[in-house]
């Protein structure tokens, strides 16, 4: 009975992982963006690879670990981010995503690095400009209530925009953890 009960229980986490192939979560992008370049690259497994993002504007890095599990370090401090000197990072199994504020100081340091369980970790980033930034940025500096000065606003998350944080990382983590199990059956 036991068994049988095992068996089922990897059956339904199967078919739900074979679910989540089939529709992965963040691969919509916005009419609203535009495609800036393609980078596709390899990393060794504990190693840096480094970019520099000139582009001014909101831009969103879209990256992809094709192979293995490459992950995202973003800093307007320092050319050659890692994980103990950054300002943003994505640090997912499979798809990570990162929003470059138009307000972060050019040129903004991109350090990918290959995750040590991986000898080599092969990954494919799309750069995109958000179109919308400017008029949203315009909006916010403009836009100030009789206590605050001009150029400062007050932003809080809405509850669907926590809503929707709180599922992605839930998602993040299921799939994660899916992807665990298939690999310990497999």
Known sequence: MVLFLGGLLVLVVLSQALGFQQHPEDTSVA?????LHVVQGHIGAGNYSYLRL???GRIILHMQSLKGDADLYISDKTLR???DTYKLQSTTCGQD????????VRPVGIGIYGHPSYMESEFEMKVFYDQTALTTDEI????YSSDETPGQSQHTQGPEEV???EESILW???IGILKIILEILF
């Open 81 to 83: 981010p890692n994980f």
């Open 54 to 56: 000139n582009h001014e």
């Open 172 to 174: 993040t983590i299921l």
């Open 163 to 165: 809503m929707d944080e």
């Open 97 to 104: 995503v990162v929003v470059v504020p138009g307000d972060f």
């Open 31 to 35: 009419e609203e963006w535009v495609l």
């Open 140 to 143: 916010e500096k403009n836009s």
